[in-house]
């Protein structure tokens, strides 16, 4: 099966597109799980409203702003 060089041209540029729709949907997807997990880990000072990330498990932070307790809670983001 010979290829003409409008096919050959058409099959490049088809498959191109499909690669950069490929990689731009398991960009998004990452990109995604990396902000949810960040989320997750986000701590509004109850006091001081510093915003913060807590990198342990532990259920009560300490703030490093003013030093308050703070509790994890589960936030969600509203759109």
Avoid: D, K, Y
């Amino acid at each position: 099966m010979e290829l003409t060089l409008i096919e050959f041209v058409l099959t490049v540029i088809i498959g191109s597109c499909g690669f950069i729709l490929l990689a731009l949907v398991i960009s998004r997807s990452m990109r995604g799980r990396a902000e949810r997990r960040s989320l997750r880990r986000r701590i509004i000072c109850r006091l001081c409203l510093h915003a913060f990330e807590a990198r342990n498990s532990e259920p009560v932070v300490r703030c490093p702003e003013c030093g308050v307790a703070n509790e994890h809670q589960n936030l969600r983001r509203w759109n």
